[in-house]
């Protein structure tokens, strides 16, 4: 029976974990230098060039008033909690947010969700989590999955940060030839359609994409 | 005299279907289920295939009040328009879908399709012209 999903509060639960209660970092400083976390940057594989990946990591970023950690769902991969939880995430972000940035945040939901639950190993938990960083709202799904898979995932979005148009229509046209829906389509309707900038960072066998727009 | 309303709708949560006057499907709330063509796409080719028989000339489907769909969703309507484009052009009716300007999946993803089968889809915004 699956778990229900866990609608954590901010204040309960300042510090991001991986549903085992480890953070990141923590997770990463096993073997060496946890104090500075530069070997756990080190592991890290980012497909953003802009900005340091350690910055999305950070366990504290809850705890600031300008960055704030709204919703985080835990769960386990292949749950049937997709379509409750983008109902959710979807009324939350209306209430919360323009229309506008409440519909890319929807769309970033379901098709980022969909995929972790559907290609998520069921090892680790998916995890969703959704900030509101002051000037920005993030969408991150993390989830395990085989190392084939997080590197195709990778490539993927560093295809849409380069050309989201091109890849969204190469994906629509693979539809229309009769081709099988992939995964793909949701990514590049969420950076061409919603406008929101993809990041895809890899620790271990964990992936975390994250989907960010202006608020 | 049309027999579409005769064909059973599938109650899907979030979405409501109805047929409206004698050529209009009307399509409301949100497709958010997992493997909409297990329902929502049966229905659409059971449509197809009534049009079909009633060698009706326009179908219409009204989406401008659809507000969110996932990627499965889309190619509902994508498998619809490549129905009708593998059909001889004699045999084609117009399939007209009615957007909303305000609704930006449905300007993105509408003018992806008449870009890929624009001989067979039609596009009209509800607050604009057709295309």
Redesign the interface.
């Known amino acids: 029976m699956n778990k229900p999903p866990d609608y954590s509060s901010p204040k309960s639960q300042a510090k991001p974990d991986h549903g085992d209660g480890s953070s990141y970092r923590q997770r990463s400083g096993s073997s060496t230098n946890e104090g500075d976390g530069s070997s756990y940057r080190q592991r890290l594989r980012s497909s953003s060039d802009e900005e340091p990946v350690s910055r999305r990591f950070d366990p504290n970023e809850a705890n600031s008033a300008d960055n704030q950690l709204i919703l985080r769902v835990v769960c386990e991969a292949g749950s049937n909690i997709?379509?409750p939880t983008?109902?959710y995430v979807?009324t939350l972000s209306k209430a919360k947010f323009r229309p506008?940035v409440a519909?890319k945040v929807?769309?970033a939901c379901?098709?980022l969700f969909?995929n972790a639950l559907s290609y998520g190993s069921v090892r680790r938990p998916v995890i969703l989590e959704l900030f509101d960083l002051k000037n920005v709202v993030e969408l991150r799904v993390s989830n395990e999955s085989i190392a084939a898979r997080c590197q195709l995932l990778e490539q993927r979005i560093v295809q849409l940060k380069a050309d989201a148009k091109g890849t969204?229509?190469e994906e629509?046209?693979r539809?229309?030839s009769?081709g099988m829906?992939r995964a793909t389509?949701?990514l590049a309707?969420v950076a061409?359609?919603?406008k929101m900038d993809l990041f895809c960072t890899i620790l271990m066998s964990r992936v975390l994409v994250t989907a960010r727009c202006s608020l | 005299m049309t027999t579409f309303s005769n064909i059973t709708i599938p109650k899907v949560?979030?979405l409501s279907m109805t047929i409206e006057g004698e050529t209009r499907l009307m399509i409301r709330g949100?497709i958010?289920?997992?493997e909409p063509n297990q329902n929502i796409g049966i229905y659409f080719r059971a449509l197809h295939a009534e049009i079909l028989a009633s060698h009706v000339a326009t179908f219409t489907v009204d989406v401008s009040e659809l507000?969110?769909v996932?990627?499965?969703a889309?190619?509902l309507f994508?498998d619809w328009?490549?129905w009708l484009n593998q059909l001889p052009a004699a045999q084609r009716y117009r399939l007209t879908f009615v957007t909303s300007r305000h609704?930006?999946?449905q300007v993105?993803?509408f003018s992806?399709?008449r870009?890929?089968?624009g001989n067979v889809v039609f596009v009209e915004p509800k607050d604009g012209t057709a295309a």
Do not use: K
Request: net charge negative; charged share 15%; proline share 2%.
């Open positions: 997709l379509e983008h109902l979807t506008t519909e929807s769309l379901w098709e969909s969204y229509l629509m046209r539809s229309v009769g829906p389509l949701g309707r061409h359609e919603g | 949560d979030s949100m958010a289920t997992r507000t969110f996932n990627s499965s889309i190619r994508i328009a490549m609704i930006t999946w993105t993803n992806a399709l870009s890929l089968v």
